[in-house]
Protein backbone atom coordinates (compact mmCIF):
# COMPACT_ATOMS: atom_id res chain seq x y z
CA UNK A 1 0.00 0.00 0.00
CA UNK A 2 1.06 3.21 -1.02
CA UNK A 3 0.40 6.75 -0.01
CA UNK A 4 -1.35 9.06 -3.18
CA UNK A 5 0.57 11.24 -5.14
CA UNK A 6 -1.54 13.96 -4.02
CA UNK A 7 -0.92 13.68 -0.41
CA UNK A 8 2.39 13.10 -0.55
CA UNK A 9 2.62 16.54 1.26
CA UNK A 10 0.79 14.62 4.24
CA UNK A 11 3.40 12.07 4.18
CA UNK A 12 6.95 14.41 4.30
CA UNK A 13 4.65 16.86 6.79
CA UNK A 14 4.71 14.00 8.99
CA UNK A 15 8.39 13.31 8.55
CA UNK A 16 9.61 16.98 9.05
CA UNK A 17 7.13 16.87 12.98
CA UNK A 18 9.15 13.60 13.45
CA UNK A 19 12.82 15.25 13.01
CA UNK A 20 12.07 17.89 15.14
CA UNK A 21 10.40 15.30 17.73
CA UNK A 22 6.99 16.63 17.44
CA UNK A 23 3.41 14.72 17.29
CA UNK A 24 1.73 14.72 14.24
CA UNK A 25 -1.90 15.03 14.84
CA UNK A 26 -4.13 12.56 12.32
CA UNK A 27 -4.58 14.22 9.29
CA UNK A 28 -6.92 12.86 5.94
CA UNK A 29 -5.04 10.85 3.62
CA UNK A 30 -5.76 8.52 0.79
CA UNK A 31 -3.82 4.89 -0.05
CA UNK A 32 -3.49 3.15 -2.57
CA UNK A 33 -3.53 -0.55 -2.28
CA UNK A 34 -2.48 -3.46 -4.37
CA UNK A 35 -5.28 -3.82 -6.79
CA UNK A 36 -5.29 -0.28 -7.13
CA UNK A 37 -8.14 0.77 -4.80
CA UNK A 38 -8.05 4.17 -3.55
CA UNK A 39 -8.55 4.19 0.42
CA UNK A 40 -9.33 7.08 2.43
CA UNK A 41 -7.93 7.44 6.12
CA UNK A 42 -6.45 9.48 8.58
CA UNK A 43 -2.54 9.09 9.43
CA UNK A 44 -0.80 10.10 12.79
CA UNK A 45 2.62 9.37 13.65
CA UNK A 46 4.45 9.69 17.38
CA UNK A 47 8.42 9.89 17.50
CA UNK A 48 10.62 7.74 19.55
CA UNK A 49 13.82 6.87 19.59
CA UNK A 50 16.28 4.02 20.08
CA UNK A 51 19.72 4.53 21.36
CA UNK A 52 20.10 7.84 19.90
CA UNK A 53 18.24 7.33 16.53
CA UNK A 54 14.87 8.58 15.89
CA UNK A 55 12.06 6.17 14.62
CA UNK A 56 8.78 6.86 13.71
CA UNK A 57 5.51 5.07 14.50
CA UNK A 58 2.13 6.02 12.39
CA UNK A 59 -1.35 5.06 13.20
CA UNK A 60 -3.45 4.72 10.19
CA UNK A 61 -7.43 4.72 10.45
CA UNK A 62 -9.26 3.78 7.12
CA UNK A 63 -12.54 5.83 6.85
CA UNK A 64 -14.10 1.95 7.85
CA UNK A 65 -12.85 1.79 10.86
CA UNK A 66 -13.66 5.55 11.77
CA UNK A 67 -17.43 4.83 10.66
CA UNK A 68 -17.64 2.05 13.22
CA UNK A 69 -15.52 3.79 15.83
CA UNK A 70 -18.15 6.75 15.50
CA UNK A 71 -21.39 4.08 15.23
CA UNK A 72 -20.28 2.12 18.27
CA UNK A 73 -19.73 5.83 20.75
CA UNK A 74 -23.29 6.89 19.16
CA UNK A 75 -24.81 3.30 20.39
CA UNK A 76 -22.93 3.44 24.05
CA UNK A 77 -24.14 6.97 24.03
CA UNK A 78 -28.25 5.94 23.52
CA UNK A 79 -27.30 2.94 25.84
CA UNK A 80 -26.17 4.96 28.55
CA UNK A 81 -29.31 7.55 27.70
CA UNK A 82 -31.53 5.13 27.32
CA UNK A 83 -30.39 3.42 30.63
CA UNK A 84 -30.82 7.00 32.41
CA UNK A 85 -34.21 6.86 31.28
CA UNK A 86 -34.92 3.60 32.53
CA UNK A 87 -33.65 4.66 35.98
CA UNK A 88 -35.79 7.55 35.97
CA UNK A 89 -38.75 5.45 34.73
CA UNK A 90 -38.43 3.17 37.63
CA UNK A 91 -37.21 5.47 40.38
CA UNK A 92 -40.71 7.41 39.03
CA UNK A 93 -42.73 4.29 39.25
CA UNK A 94 -41.57 3.43 42.51
CA UNK A 95 -42.90 6.67 43.73
CA UNK A 96 -46.59 5.97 41.40
CA UNK A 97 -46.65 2.62 43.39
CA UNK A 98 -45.96 3.79 47.12
CA UNK A 99 -48.32 6.85 46.82
CA UNK A 100 -51.76 4.95 46.43
CA UNK A 101 -49.95 2.07 48.87
CA UNK A 102 -49.30 4.77 51.41
CA UNK A 103 -52.62 5.74 51.50
CA UNK A 104 -54.43 2.59 51.49
CA UNK A 105 -52.17 1.33 54.73
CA UNK A 106 -53.00 4.39 56.13
CA UNK A 107 -56.83 4.01 55.27
CA UNK A 108 -56.36 0.79 56.58
CA UNK A 109 -55.37 1.84 59.83
CA UNK A 110 -57.74 3.84 60.61
CA UNK A 111 -60.81 1.59 59.48
CA UNK A 112 -58.61 -1.15 62.02
CA UNK A 113 -58.55 1.90 64.73
CA UNK A 114 -61.90 2.38 64.47
CA UNK A 115 -62.98 -1.13 64.50
CA UNK A 116 -61.24 -1.37 67.54
CA UNK A 117 -62.92 1.38 69.37
CA UNK A 118 -66.73 0.40 67.69
CA UNK A 119 -66.86 3.55 65.92
CA UNK A 120 -67.17 2.04 63.00
CA UNK A 121 -69.92 3.81 60.67
CA UNK A 122 -70.59 7.47 59.69
CA UNK A 123 -68.96 9.79 56.95
CA UNK A 124 -65.99 9.32 57.77
CA UNK A 125 -65.22 5.74 57.54
CA UNK A 126 -67.20 5.57 54.56
CA UNK A 127 -64.45 8.14 53.02
CA UNK A 128 -61.48 5.76 53.99
CA UNK A 129 -63.56 2.99 52.61
CA UNK A 130 -63.68 5.24 48.91
CA UNK A 131 -59.92 6.20 49.43
CA UNK A 132 -59.06 2.50 49.82
CA UNK A 133 -61.04 1.24 46.93
CA UNK A 134 -59.94 3.91 44.48
CA UNK A 135 -56.35 3.70 45.31
CA UNK A 136 -56.27 0.04 44.88
CA UNK A 137 -57.77 0.60 41.64
CA UNK A 138 -55.23 3.08 40.62
CA UNK A 139 -52.46 0.51 41.49
CA UNK A 140 -54.14 -1.95 39.50
CA UNK A 141 -53.96 1.03 36.54
CA UNK A 142 -50.58 1.36 36.90
CA UNK A 143 -49.93 -2.60 36.71
CA UNK A 144 -52.68 -3.11 34.21
CA UNK A 145 -50.32 -0.22 32.25
CA UNK A 146 -46.90 -2.19 32.75
CA UNK A 147 -48.05 -5.53 31.87
CA UNK A 148 -49.66 -4.48 28.71
CA UNK A 149 -46.78 -2.30 27.48
CA UNK A 150 -44.17 -5.79 28.45
CA UNK A 151 -46.76 -8.00 26.54
CA UNK A 152 -46.00 -5.23 23.41
CA UNK A 153 -42.36 -4.98 23.74
CA UNK A 154 -41.88 -8.80 24.06
CA UNK A 155 -44.20 -9.50 20.88
CA UNK A 156 -47.20 -11.47 22.98
CA UNK A 157 -49.62 -8.54 22.51
CA UNK A 158 -53.17 -10.66 20.79
CA UNK A 159 -54.51 -8.19 18.32
CA UNK A 160 -58.26 -9.46 18.30
CA UNK A 161 -60.20 -7.66 15.60
CA UNK A 162 -63.88 -8.08 15.67
CA UNK A 163 -66.67 -6.48 14.05
CA UNK A 164 -68.37 -3.67 16.25
CA UNK A 165 -70.13 -0.14 15.95
CA UNK A 166 -66.78 2.11 16.39
CA UNK A 167 -69.09 4.91 16.70
CA UNK A 168 -70.94 3.42 19.78
CA UNK A 169 -67.79 1.75 21.19
CA UNK A 170 -65.85 5.19 21.57
CA UNK A 171 -69.13 6.94 22.48
CA UNK A 172 -69.18 4.42 25.61
CA UNK A 173 -66.00 4.54 26.59
CA UNK A 174 -66.01 8.92 26.52
CA UNK A 175 -69.59 8.71 28.05
CA UNK A 176 -67.72 6.37 31.30
CA UNK A 177 -65.57 9.69 31.95
CA UNK A 178 -67.70 12.34 31.40
CA UNK A 179 -68.99 12.63 35.55
CA UNK A 180 -65.30 12.18 36.43
CA UNK A 181 -64.64 14.96 33.93
CA UNK A 182 -67.48 17.16 35.01
CA UNK A 183 -66.38 17.02 38.64
CA UNK A 184 -62.82 18.65 37.75
CA UNK A 185 -65.09 21.35 36.02
CA UNK A 186 -63.87 20.08 32.54
CA UNK A 187 -66.83 19.72 30.06
CA UNK A 188 -66.18 16.23 27.38
CA UNK A 189 -68.79 17.31 24.20
CA UNK A 190 -68.61 13.74 21.79
CA UNK A 191 -69.46 14.46 18.33
CA UNK A 192 -70.01 12.28 14.56
CA UNK A 193 -70.38 12.45 11.08
CA UNK A 194 -72.16 9.29 10.68
CA UNK A 195 -74.29 7.92 13.47
CA UNK A 196 -73.08 4.19 13.01
CA UNK A 197 -70.39 2.14 11.23
CA UNK A 198 -69.18 -1.29 11.45
CA UNK A 199 -65.62 -2.49 11.23
CA UNK A 200 -63.09 -4.27 12.10
CA UNK A 201 -61.81 -2.77 15.61
CA UNK A 202 -59.56 -4.08 18.65
CA UNK A 203 -62.25 -2.78 21.25
CA UNK A 204 -59.02 -3.76 24.08
CA UNK A 205 -56.69 -1.97 21.93
CA UNK A 206 -59.27 1.21 21.43
CA UNK A 207 -60.50 1.59 25.09
CA UNK A 208 -56.36 1.81 26.08
CA UNK A 209 -55.83 3.83 23.85
CA UNK A 210 -58.56 6.19 24.04
CA UNK A 211 -58.88 6.46 28.00
CA UNK A 212 -54.91 7.25 28.45
CA UNK A 213 -55.52 10.01 25.63
CA UNK A 214 -58.94 11.45 27.73
CA UNK A 215 -56.52 10.99 31.32
CA UNK A 216 -54.05 13.08 29.47
CA UNK A 217 -56.61 15.24 28.08
CA UNK A 218 -58.41 15.60 31.48
CA UNK A 219 -54.56 16.05 33.78
CA UNK A 220 -53.97 18.88 31.50
CA UNK A 221 -56.78 21.03 31.14
CA UNK A 222 -57.89 23.73 33.73
CA UNK A 223 -61.08 24.32 35.50
CA UNK A 224 -64.10 25.30 32.83
CA UNK A 225 -61.90 23.62 30.07
CA UNK A 226 -63.25 21.84 27.39
CA UNK A 227 -62.66 18.52 25.55
CA UNK A 228 -63.71 17.92 22.27
CA UNK A 229 -64.12 14.13 21.30
CA UNK A 230 -65.29 13.93 17.23
CA UNK A 231 -65.63 10.89 14.82
CA UNK A 232 -64.80 11.83 11.02
CA UNK A 233 -65.93 9.89 8.56
CA UNK A 234 -63.80 10.26 5.22
CA UNK A 235 -65.47 7.95 2.52
CA UNK A 236 -63.18 8.66 0.20
CA UNK A 237 -60.13 7.39 1.90
CA UNK A 238 -62.24 4.81 3.34
CA UNK A 239 -60.80 6.13 6.94
CA UNK A 240 -62.38 7.45 10.04
CA UNK A 241 -60.38 9.76 12.25
CA UNK A 242 -60.94 9.99 16.07
CA UNK A 243 -60.21 12.89 17.33
CA UNK A 244 -59.00 14.41 20.51
CA UNK A 245 -59.06 17.83 21.28
CA UNK A 246 -58.38 19.78 24.88
CA UNK A 247 -58.26 23.48 25.85
CA UNK A 248 -55.01 22.64 28.15
CA UNK A 249 -51.36 23.54 28.92
CA UNK A 250 -50.28 22.22 25.48
CA UNK A 251 -47.14 20.98 24.55
CA UNK A 252 -43.93 23.22 23.58
CA UNK A 253 -43.30 22.10 20.12
CA UNK A 254 -39.33 21.00 21.15
CA UNK A 255 -40.91 18.37 23.01
CA UNK A 256 -43.29 17.38 20.10
CA UNK A 257 -40.64 14.76 19.14
CA UNK A 258 -40.88 13.35 22.42
CA UNK A 259 -44.01 12.61 23.78
CA UNK A 260 -44.67 8.86 22.13
CA UNK A 261 -41.06 7.98 23.33
CA UNK A 262 -40.69 5.56 25.91
CA UNK A 263 -39.96 6.40 29.57
CA UNK A 264 -40.40 10.21 28.81
CA UNK A 265 -42.67 12.76 30.30
CA UNK A 266 -42.22 16.31 28.11
CA UNK A 267 -44.19 17.88 31.27
CA UNK A 268 -41.45 16.93 34.06
CA UNK A 269 -40.31 19.56 35.83
CA UNK A 270 -42.67 22.62 34.93
CA UNK A 271 -46.50 20.38 36.22
CA UNK A 272 -45.47 20.09 39.66
CA UNK A 273 -49.15 18.55 40.29
CA UNK A 274 -49.26 16.21 37.24
CA UNK A 275 -47.71 12.46 37.65
CA UNK A 276 -47.41 9.83 35.44
CA UNK A 277 -45.38 6.73 34.76
CA UNK A 278 -43.99 8.00 31.37
CA UNK A 279 -45.29 4.32 29.80
CA UNK A 280 -49.12 6.00 28.76
CA UNK A 281 -48.37 7.77 25.00
CA UNK A 282 -45.31 5.24 24.21
CA UNK A 283 -48.16 2.59 24.83
CA UNK A 284 -50.48 4.32 22.78
CA UNK A 285 -47.83 4.48 20.16
CA UNK A 286 -47.04 1.00 20.09
CA UNK A 287 -50.84 -0.31 20.19
CA UNK A 288 -51.85 1.92 17.37
CA UNK A 289 -48.73 0.29 15.21
CA UNK A 290 -50.05 -3.09 16.39
CA UNK A 291 -53.64 -2.35 15.05
CA UNK A 292 -52.72 -0.42 11.86
CA UNK A 293 -53.53 3.02 13.20
CA UNK A 294 -51.94 6.31 12.63
CA UNK A 295 -51.58 8.57 15.54
CA UNK A 296 -50.40 12.35 15.60
CA UNK A 297 -50.29 15.10 17.24
CA UNK A 298 -50.95 18.83 17.05
CA UNK A 299 -50.50 21.08 19.93
CA UNK A 300 -49.87 24.75 21.02
CA UNK A 301 -48.46 25.91 23.74
CA UNK A 302 -50.99 27.26 26.65
CA UNK A 303 -53.75 26.69 24.33
CA UNK A 304 -54.26 23.01 23.84
CA UNK A 305 -53.75 19.72 22.14
CA UNK A 306 -55.11 17.89 19.55
CA UNK A 307 -54.85 13.77 18.75
CA UNK A 308 -55.79 11.76 15.43
CA UNK A 309 -56.27 8.33 15.82
CA UNK A 310 -56.93 7.34 12.33
CA UNK A 311 -58.06 3.76 11.32
CA UNK A 312 -58.82 2.37 7.93
CA UNK A 313 -62.36 0.56 7.67
CA UNK A 314 -62.60 -3.17 7.10
CA UNK A 315 -64.06 -6.14 7.84
CA UNK A 316 -64.03 -9.61 9.25
CA UNK A 317 -64.84 -12.37 6.76
CA UNK A 318 -68.57 -13.77 8.06
CA UNK A 319 -67.35 -17.00 8.87
CA UNK A 320 -65.63 -15.61 11.76
CA UNK A 321 -67.58 -16.09 14.65
CA UNK A 322 -67.68 -12.81 16.11
CA UNK A 323 -67.64 -11.12 12.75
CA UNK A 324 -71.64 -10.49 13.14
CA UNK A 325 -71.28 -8.98 16.43
CA UNK A 326 -73.03 -5.67 16.82
CA UNK A 327 -72.88 -3.80 20.29
CA UNK A 328 -76.77 -3.31 21.13
CA UNK A 329 -77.65 0.68 22.22
CA UNK A 330 -78.13 -1.17 26.09
CA UNK A 331 -75.40 -2.97 26.01
CA UNK A 332 -72.49 -2.43 28.40
CA UNK A 333 -68.81 -2.31 27.10
CA UNK A 334 -66.68 -3.31 30.45
CA UNK A 335 -68.05 -0.06 31.67
CA UNK A 336 -66.43 -1.23 35.25
CA UNK A 337 -62.59 -1.75 33.85
CA UNK A 338 -63.13 2.09 32.18
CA UNK A 339 -63.94 3.38 35.36
CA UNK A 340 -60.89 1.79 37.06
CA UNK A 341 -58.96 2.76 34.00
CA UNK A 342 -59.19 6.59 34.59
CA UNK A 343 -58.60 6.30 38.24
CA UNK A 344 -55.02 7.07 37.92
CA UNK A 345 -56.22 10.59 37.32
CA UNK A 346 -57.65 11.17 40.54
CA UNK A 347 -55.32 13.34 42.67
CA UNK A 348 -55.06 11.70 46.23
Do not use: C, W
Amino acid sequence: MKVHPEYSHVLYKGIENIKHDKISAFDDIKYIDSNGKVIDAKVGSVPFKINNNIFKLSVIKTMEDIKNIKKLKKKIIERDKHDKMKMEFFVNMSHELKTPLNLIFTSTQLIESLYNKNKLGGESIKNHINLTKQNSYRLLKIINDLIEFTRMETGFYHVNLINKDIILVIEDIVMSVVDYAKSKGVQIIFDTDVEELTMAIDVNALEIIVLNLLSNAIKFTDKDGYIYVNMIYKENENKIDIRIEDTGIGIEEDKLNLIFKRFNNVNKGFVGNINGSGIGLSMIKSLSNLINAKISVESEYGKGSIFTISLNISHKKEDDRNSNYKVKKNEPLNVERLVVGMEDIYNV
